[in-house]
């Protein structure tokens, strides 16, 4: 074991030399010696002016060094852009015994800087001298040339900052950012990379420091300076942070982001991020993006994709209180894929996916920045809405408020503004949409087209167009906030759309069925439920043909007033529950949402109906009368009647709210078939005596005529009687 012995002697006399070694520099050095030294490889090493003015002092742990304390560091020729109240320098033992200095780490500590940009755009750490503008009239190269920055050579074991304190200050956007940071290199060399950690706490408010965001990141990667092509790179980036603050709808916000790669190139002005990954709210986001021109004209491309997540999650880590829907399960699952490129003029997004539920949704947009309008395409498929609606409570129609629970809600509804005029009047672009199957207020559409201008507070509607229940149904519209009370103009058009499964779907409400067809013009102005149908005015035509009046029977109804008059029994069970006819026509006048409907007409083979009154879209009431003819012989068999009944109006009043049932609104006006009773036999009276008074002035004429021919005969015989006598007496004259 004698070489374990030697072996430790050896160490422990080089331990002692290296130990005598220090003394001897730490006794015999004068460090101040070298702040010319100091200055001068700063300014050669890294274009930094040094103000020392404290003196430099030895340091011994964690290695040998010098420490400097009190000094300001500009950049080039610049003013004084940052203090520090240490400095540490850890240097080479060597060169020390030759009266040079090798410094191989820079730890520099408490740095202070106030970065200030005021109203006009002018930072506080640019320098402004004489001759330094270059003049109009001097050629782009020569100052490009004045601004040219050459990279220094770099050598170090260790570059650190400790305890930066920075402050920036804009005045034009009025925001103060204060930055507390800790960064560390190693390794530093041109062209290679150094491992680089990075801890920060930003705090960004107001200028008085009021509203603050705090965030709390820590940074690492592999940063390599290239020298010769002025360009940097990170590569294995990973950054986890937190933000927190009152005005955030959840605090701490945390997210972890990593990149694979981040090069920019300085002479190019080109930028590649490549293989980011987001990680925030349960949300999984990658991407790449790559940028051009980024220091004169920026341009960018990128493409995102969120891999599935939950909106109801996120929504919820977010505190924001989603209402109660009618699906539960809804919001559970979304994607979303963007493709987008731009400059600081235009954006375009071209392809946008979205998937969420059972919904695709397919879209492109352009932004154009300045003046701001868009642009913007929609294709989707299976959207079924009702499912993100308030659900529908148990034995409520999905259009009635009947109770008074009901009423208020709908009052209190009407009494909100519907349209945001500042939100409208700030809109400045184009949407066209495309949606296949799509459900709301279940009313099922199988095919939803629209297309919408939006400019100077003006909304166009120029069309939408919805296939819907075996017809279309086209409406041109527009909407004009540019006044102090929003204007509304519509010009519907139906063709062919079966009414019936329409308004089963949307109100609950089976009345009417029929192949319907519409056109009309109509206006209001408002911006409450209730203003928009008081004020609506306009015309409307309908016709429905091959229908029939759902729970309404006129046939029924007047043969029910027939047997009330003759005071009859009715059979009322052998009824149909329905009124058949081949059309209805209803020309609409609406004034104040007051509809009137002169001119109403229904046709079918039993039954002739003309109708006229006043329906109240303000209150949902109406108060209408029809005069209904039997005409035909069809009629059911409970209900049989002379044929001089046939063709008689007699008259139907409706009356109430016409939510109601359709059965409970209608009933024979009685007094009515009493007088149209009283009037037919009147009128067959006057027709009676009529009769007879032409038969007696008939038989009149005829024994007037015949006495009249008596006469004639008379006198003719009487003339031939005379004219025979005198023609005797010539005769005997003459013989």
Not at 153 to 164: T, Y
Not at 369 to 398: C, F, H, M, T
Not at 567 to 584: A, I, K, Y
């Amino acid at each position: 074991m004698v070489w374990v012995k030697r072996l430790g002697l050896l160490l422990a006399a080089l331990v002692v030399l290296i130990v005598a070694a220090i003394i001897y520099v730490v006794v015999f050095v004068d460090p101040n010696q070298f702040k010319g030294e100091l200055q001068k490889i700063a300014k050669e090493k890294a274009n930094v002016s040094l103000r020392m003015d404290g003196d430099i002092a030895w340091s011994i742990y964690p290695q040998i060094g010098l420490s400097l304390e009190n000094f300001g560091v500009s950049l080039g020729n610049d003013p004084e852009l940052m203090s520090f109240s240490k400095a540490e320098f850890g240097v080479q033992l060597l060169p020390l015994f030759q009266q040079r200095i090798a410094v191989d780490t820079v730890r520099l500590v408490d740095l202070t800087a106030n970065l200030k940009v005021d109203k006009n755009g002018n930072p506080n750490w640019q320098v402004q001298t004489a001759g330094t503008t270059p003049s109009a009239e001097a050629p782009a190269t020569d100052a490009a040339a004045d601004n040219s920055f050459t990279i220094p050579d770099i050598a170090l074991d260790e570059l650190a900052l400790v305890n930066a304190h920075i402050v920036y200050e804009d005045a034009r956007t009025g925001m103060r950012s204060d930055v507390v940071s800790n960064v560390t290199f190693n390794d530093v060399r041109l062209d290679e990379a150094w491992p680089m950690k990075l801890d920060a706490k930003i705090t960004q408010s107001n200028l008085d420091g009021s509203n603050p965001l705090t965030a709390n990141v820590d940074f690492g990667a592999d940063f390599t300076l290239f020298a010769e092509r002025q360009s940097v790179s990170l590569a294995n980036l990973a950054l986890n942070g937190s933000v927190s603050g009152a005005s955030l709808p959840a605090s701490p916000l945390n997210m972890k982001v990593n990149v694979a790669q981040l090069d920019f190139d300085l002479p190019q002005e080109n930028a590649a991020l490549e293989g980011l990954t987001i990680n925030t709210l349960g949300m999984n986001i990658k991407g790449q993006v790559n940028a051009f021109q980024v220091l004169t004209a920026p341009e960018f491309t990128a493409v995102l994709d969120v891999a599935e997540f939950s909106p109801k999650k996120v929504l919820s880590q977010l505190n924001v209180a989603l209402p109660e829907m009618a699906d539960d399960s809804v919001l559970e699952k979304a994607s979303v894929s963007i493709a987008a490129e731009g400059s600081t003029d235009s954006i375009k997004a071209q392809p946008i996916s979205i998937n969420f539920d059972d919904t695709t949704i397919e879209a492109n947009a352009l932004l154009n920045l300045s003046p701001l309008n868009w642009d913007i395409a929609i294709a989707g498929k299976n959207l079924d809405l009702d499912r993100y609606l308030p659900p529908v409570q148990e034995g409520e129609q999905a259009a009635t408020t009947t109770d008074s629970g009901s009423a208020q809600q709908s009052a209190d509804t009407a009494a909100q503004d519907l349209i945001p005029v500042d939100l409208v009047r700030s809109l400045n672009g184009h949407v066209g949409i495309a949606f296949d199957n799509v459900k709301v207020k279940n009313l099922q559409l199988d095919k939803l087209e629209l297309d919408s201008t939006q400019t100077n507070g003006k909304v166009r509607i120029a069309p939408a167009q919805v296939t819907l229940y075996d017809g279309v149904a086209k409406l041109q519209a527009q909407l004009d906030v540019t006044g102090s009370t929003p204007r509304i103009n519509v010009s519907p058009s139906i063709d062919s759309v079966q009414i019936l499964p329409l308004m089963k779907d949307f109100m609950a409400l089976e009345k009417i069925r029929g192949a319907t067809n519409l056109t009309g013009d109509l206006s209001t102005r408002g911006n409450r439920t209730e203003d928009l149908i008081a004020n609506l005015n306009g015309d409307l035509l309908v016709n429905i043909n091959d229908g029939a009046l759902i729970g309404t029977n006129y046939t029924e109804m007047v043969c029910k007033g027939i047997a009330l008059v003759r005071t009859e029994s009715l059979n009322e069970e052998s009824f149909n529950e329905d009124t058949p006819f081949e059309t209805m026509r209803i020309p609409a006048k609406i004034v104040n949402g007051q509809v009137s409907t002169p001119g109403l007409r229904m046709q079918s083979l039993t039954l002739g109906v003309t109708g006229d009154g006043v329906i109240s879209l303000p209150t949902n009431t109406l108060k209408y009368e029809t005069r209904v003819a039997l005409v035909g012989s069809g009629l059911d068999e409970s209900c049989v009647v002379n044929e001089d009944v046939a063709n008689v109006q007699f008259p139907i009043v409706c009356e109430g709210n016409f939510m109601d049932d359709a059965a409970g609104l209608c009933r024979p006006d009685v007094k009515g078939f009493v007088k149209a009773f009283a009037d037919q036999e009147l009128d067959q009276a006057k027709a009676a005596a009529k009769a007879k008074l032409d038969a007696e002035k008939a038989a009149a004429q005829a024994k007037l005529d015949a006495e009249k021919a008596r006469l004639e005969e008379k006198k003719d015989e009487a003339k031939q009687e005379l004219q025979d006598k005198l023609k005797g007496k010539l005769n005997n004259l003459f013989n």
